[in-house]
């Protein structure tokens, strides 16, 4: 049996030709939804992503504001322009791209950032709202997850779900969501004593470790739902994930392949977040 591949790349598409079309419904009523993203230092692999991030507001008609500030900026400072930025009617979601320099305490910077504009779903106040079921904002990747589950038309109600991974960004909010959805959920990490032990029971596998080949077919059963997170370098210099691709894809039933996975769906789901905040706020403002 050879999985059936999810792919990232056209459900992308669909969600944010939805972003696209509520934007144009806000800009009827006199609203331009806003994003600000805040680039501290020079990080390669930041810039990447801050500029694909950018470039999919324009396109799906949100409006970008991109801030960049050289690594030696102060931790006082970026607070500062976070501030202003919460005060700035016109932004209606605020990321700063992580990681930040050594000077500067994310955490405190995330919390600094008000949690109507907190697009990203990293500040306590979101992940208080997911753990118990209020309304807030989900992280980005997880959330992508959970998309591309509903993609297949995934009941996940009484299925067993294993995370591999206890991040806050990706590990403990992917857990949080399946059990939301009525799974069974196990979080597997590095301290684990028989990973495939866990894994060969599950229904659904999301790998999120960032370290390549974790998943091997022997440790998936039959027929699994594999949504692999990792974003690696093979030998080649390859991006690869956290799944041994070529050998799970033979155990399967469905599989998410990198590139073209889970990665577009986490800039996806920040432009949802964006145009979600921005709702709110035109409906509250009409109140």
């Given at each position: 049996?050879?999985a059936?591949?999810?792919?990232?790349?056209?459900?992308?598409?669909?969600l944010?030709?939805?972003?696209?079309?509520?934007a144009?419904?806000?800009?009827?009523?006199?609203?331009?939804p806003?994003?600000?993203?805040?680039?501290?230092?020079?990080?390669?692999?930041?810039?990447?992503?801050?500029?694909?991030?950018?470039?999919?507001?324009?396109d799906?008609?949100?409006?970008?504001?991109?801030?960049?500030?050289?690594?030696?900026?102060?931790?006082?400072?970026?607070?500062?322009?976070?501030?202003?930025?919460?005060?700035?009617?016109?932004i209606?979601g605020i990321?700063?791209?992580?990681?930040?320099?050594?000077?500067?305490?994310?955490?405190?910077?995330?919390?600094?950032?008000?949690?109507?504009?907190?697009?990203?779903g990293?500040?306590?106040?979101?992940?208080?709202?997911?753990?118990?079921?209020?309304p807030?904002?989900?992280?980005?990747?997880?959330?992508?997850?959970?998309?591309?589950?509903?993609?297949?038309?995934?009941?996940?109600?009484g299925?067993?779900?294993?995370?591999?991974?206890r991040?806050?960004?990706?590990?403990?909010?992917?857990?949080l969501m399946?059990?939301?959805?009525?799974a069974?959920?196990?979080?597997?990490?590095?301290?684990?004593?028989?990973?495939?032990?866990?894994?060969?029971?599950?229904d659904?596998?999301?790998?999120?470790?960032?370290?390549?080949?974790?998943?091997?077919?022997?440790?998936?059963?039959?027929?699994?739902?594999?949504i692999?997170?990792?974003m690696?370098?093979?030998?080649?210099?390859?991006?690869?994930?956290?799944?041994?691709?070529a050998?799970?894809?033979?155990?399967?039933?469905?599989?998410?392949?990198?590139?073209?996975?889970?990665?577009p769906?986490?800039?996806t789901?920040?432009?949802?977040?964006?145009?979600?905040?921005?709702?709110?706020?035109?409906?509250?403002?009409?109140?």
């Amino acid at each position: 049996m050879t999985a059936q591949l999810i792919d990232g790349n056209a459900l992308s598409k669909t969600l944010r030709a939805e972003v696209a079309t509520r934007a144009a419904a806000l800009k009827a009523r006199g609203v331009v939804p806003g994003l600000a993203v805040v680039l501290v230092g020079e990080n390669p692999a930041s810039q990447v992503y801050v500029r694909n991030k950018v470039k999919a507001c324009e396109d799906s008609g949100l409006h970008s504001v991109l801030e960049k500030y050289p690594a030696e900026l102060s931790e006082a400072d970026l607070l500062a322009r976070v501030e202003a930025l919460n005060n700035d009617p016109a932004i209606h979601g605020i990321l700063v791209q992580l990681p930040l320099p050594a000077q500067i305490d994310a955490q405190k910077v995330i919390e600094a950032i008000a949690p109507a504009k907190d697009v990203d779903g990293f500040h306590v106040a979101s992940a208080g709202a997911l753990m118990t079921g209020s309304p807030g904002f989900w992280p980005c990747t997880p959330y992508g997850c959970m998309k591309m589950l509903e993609s297949i038309g995934y009941e996940l109600r009484g299925k067993h779900a294993v995370v591999i991974g206890r991040s806050n960004i990706v590990g403990k909010p992917m857990a949080l969501m399946l059990l939301a959805q009525s799974a069974t959920v196990t979080i597997c990490h590095s301290a684990t004593a028989d990973l495939g032990a866990m894994t060969r029971q599950a229904d659904v596998v999301v790998a999120a470790v960032g370290k390549r080949n974790v998943l091997t077919a022997d440790m998936v059963k039959p027929g699994a739902v594999v949504i692999d997170v990792g974003m690696n370098r093979n030998d080649e210099g390859k991006l690869c994930g956290d799944v041994d691709f070529a050998g799970v894809r033979e155990v399967a039933g469905w599989i998410t392949p990198v590139p073209g996975g889970v990665g577009p769906m986490t800039i996806t789901m920040l432009l949802v977040n964006t145009i979600e905040a921005a709702e709110r706020t035109a409906a509250a403002s009409a109140t």
